[in-house]
């Protein structure tokens, strides 16, 4: 997929604020806070600030929607992870997630995991939420321009001691040096065509 053109829709909380869905298949980002979920929409748009255009500092917690060439959404959703975040803040955030991953919606979540960090529990909390929504979802391990080929493969059994994958199924990405970018448009093509 050439991405020519991305717009901010809306933030949502409620299923009732997400856009109308549209017939392509949309696909969601999730993962730890400073994953970076929103540096690789921009990314993969080629934009450099619209995923943070909308970000709203402070507790509020949303899930915002952009639209690529007129008809795939791509959707940022709110990180997980913030070590000093009130137990109210932490309820309210899953009570979001769970809310879009168990609407009706057609959908694919990319799972953001940084290279250089063994998954924590509750990275594998979110992988858990996804089999039991029945969610397809692909796992894409971020910022990999900060490691080495070498230290990167050595990376992968420590964190396979952790979660299950093989190195073939996964994608890589670096919001730096664009690593992964074409991969992944390719990837969203044909998720496009089997699950629209
Ligand atoms: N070196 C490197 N840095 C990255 C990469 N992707 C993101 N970053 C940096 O990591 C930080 C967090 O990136 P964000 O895209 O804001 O992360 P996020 O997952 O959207 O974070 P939240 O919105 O808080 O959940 C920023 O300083 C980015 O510049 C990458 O591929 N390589
Ligand atoms: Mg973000």
Do not use: C
Request: proline fraction near 3%; charged fraction near 30%; aromatic fraction near 12%.
């Amino acid at each position: 997929m050439e991405i020519k053109k991305s717009d901010f829709v809306k933030s949502a909380v409620l299923e009732a604020d997400y856009p109308e869905q549209l017939s392509n298949v949309e696909f969601a980002f999730v993962g730890r806070s400073n994953v970076g979920k929103s540096s690789l929409i921009n990314s993969l748009t080629n934009r450099k600030k619209m995923a943070r255009i909308s970000k709203t500092p402070g507790r509020t917690q949303l899930i915002n929607y952009f639209i690529v060439n007129g008809d795939t959404f791509l959707v940022d959703l709110p990180g997980y992870g913030f070590a000093k975040v009130p137990k109210a803040i932490k309820k309210e955030w899953g009570s979001l997630i769970e809310r879009y991953l168990a609407s009706k919606r057609k959908k694919m979540v990319f799972v953001l995991l940084d290279i250089r960090r063994v998954p924590t529990n509750e990275d594998i909390e979110m992988l858990e939420w996804l089999d039991y929504y029945e969610v397809p979802y692909k796992i894409i391990f971020t910022k990999v321009d900060k490691m080495s080929n070498n230290q990167k493969f050595k990376q992968l059994k420590d964190i396979k001691k952790k979660i299950e994958f093989s190195n073939s199924d996964v994608l890589f990405s670096s919001a730096v040096s664009h690593k992964g970018r074409e991969e992944i448009l390719e990837f969203l093509d044909e998720a496009v065509k089997e699950y629209s």
